[in-house]
């Protein structure tokens, strides 16, 4: 929350009235959003400006890999790709996070 609130008291030392800053501040948190590894994979943004910088510096990025770290660690999932039946072959919460979410070291 606090990253927010430093957001949006940057956007108003800047902009020089409150709709242009509430219109200027929401956007910029919109574009973090998108770029937060939320609605797209990390390897599916385009490289040139929506990953660097802009993935490493959304603040949600760090938020949703605490949350995926939190949910997948230590849990095994059936592999519905092998079957239902087949119960040999489970897939790791670890295999999750690094494999589908796209995790690299922030989430292993």
Same mark, same amino acid.
């Given at each position: #929350?606090?990253?927010?609130?430093?957001? #949006? #008291?940057?956007?108003?030392?800047?902009?020089?009235?409150?709709?242009?800053?509430?219109?200027?501040?929401?956007?910029?948190?919109?574009?973090?959003?998108?770029?937060?590894?939320?609605?797209?994979?990390?390897?599916?943004?385009?490289?040139?400006?929506?990953?660097?910088?802009?993935?490493?510096?959304?603040?949600?990025?760090?938020?949703?890999?605490?949350?995926?770290?939190?949910?997948?660690?230590?849990?095994?999932?059936?592999?519905?790709?092998?079957?239902?039946?087949?119960?040999?072959?489970?897939?790791?919460?670890?295999?999750?996070?690094?494999?589908?979410?796209?995790?690299?070291?922030?989430?292993?």
């Amino acid at each position: #929350m606090m990253l927010v609130e430093s957001l #949006m #008291m940057i956007v108003a030392s800047i902009v020089p009235n409150f709709l242009m800053g509430i219109i200027v501040g929401s956007g910029l948190q919109g574009i973090m959003l998108l770029c937060g590894g939320y609605f797209r994979l990390p390897n599916d943004l385009p490289n040139l400006v929506w990953k660097y910088p802009l993935y490493h510096i959304a603040f949600h990025k760090y938020a949703f890999q605490g949350m995926f770290k939190n949910e997948f660690e230590g849990t095994t999932f059936p592999n519905a790709q092998l079957g239902i039946g087949n119960n040999s072959k489970k897939l790791s919460g670890e295999r999750i996070l690094r494999d589908i979410l796209q995790g690299g070291n922030g989430l292993l």
